[in-house]
């Protein structure tokens, strides 16, 4: 079973940042792709970012410039860098993960953007 803790929400105001971590544990034999969705109240769930392979990273075109994805291999963590934040922005954040063909969830972050 693999287990997502995500981290890193909160308030901020229009123009702020944030930085979002997600740590995974348990039984990982490799991981195909990690990466961040949210949901905004009345929304469906969409990809924010995610991180495909080694190298290959695409974005909503909503973030791009202002989110920068990462990951750090040997502590099985992706982060999510959020800069120039938007009212628009606010919502649950969640972390992904694919393993095997199987996908796993984390329990979401909520992330507020207000003055």
């Known amino acids: 079973q693999v287990q997502l803790v995500e981290s890193g929400g909160g308030l901020v105001q229009p123009g702020g940042s944030l930085r979002l971590s997600c740590v995974a544990s348990?039984?990982?034999?490799?991981?195909?792709?990690m990466g961040w969705y949210r949901q905004a109240p009345g929304k469906e769930r969409e990809m924010v970012a995610r991180?495909?392979?080694?190298?290959?990273?695409v974005y909503t075109n909503s973030v791009k410039g202002r989110f920068i994805i990462s990951r750090d291999n040997a502590k099985n963590t992706v982060y999510l860098q959020m800069n120039s934040l938007k009212p628009e922005d606010t919502a649950v954040y969640y972390c992904?993960?694919?393993?095997?063909?199987?996908?796993?969830w984390g329990q979401g972050t909520q992330v507020t953007v207000s003055s």
């Open positions: 991180i495909i392979g080694a190298v290959s990273i």
């Open positions: 348990g039984t990982i034999f490799s991981i195909n792709s």
């Open positions: 992904a993960l694919w393993s095997g063909g199987s996908t796993y």
